[in-house]
């Protein structure tokens, strides 16, 4: 279930940006899909791109969950690339960039 929050908010982020008048081709386009595993990566002509692959982890007897490493880039309207690295496991999604706020450490 976190696997399919995490995967859709990916791809929330990906289409709330604002159409642009240019014309955007797809430049990279790969998946694979197994029963225990997943890893895609693609890459546009507007400079957008992302990679992730997960697996599926034992977390104990009857429980398991999806681990996901990736990342996305994007460029803003301001003209900057924005890039964010991740992890998504059992603790949540756990983004790092150069552009996020970091929590203190307690």
Do not use: C, R, W
């Amino acid at each position: 279930m976190k696997f399919a929050i995490v995967f859709v908010a990916l791809f929330a982020v990906a289409f709330a940006a604002p159409p642009s008048n240019q014309d955007v081709t797809i430049l990279k386009s790969e998946s694979e899909v197994g029963p225990e595993s997943f890893q895609y990566a693609y890459e546009t002509s507007d400079g957008a791109s992302a990679h992730a692959q997960g697996q599926l982890k034992s977390l104990g007897k009857d429980e398991s969950a999806i681990v996901v490493n990736g990342a996305y880039s994007f460029v803003a309207d301001d003209g900057q690339t924005y890039s964010v690295n991740y992890v998504a496991d059992e603790n949540g999604f756990q983004p790092q960039g150069a552009h996020l706020p970091v929590a203190p450490v307690a």
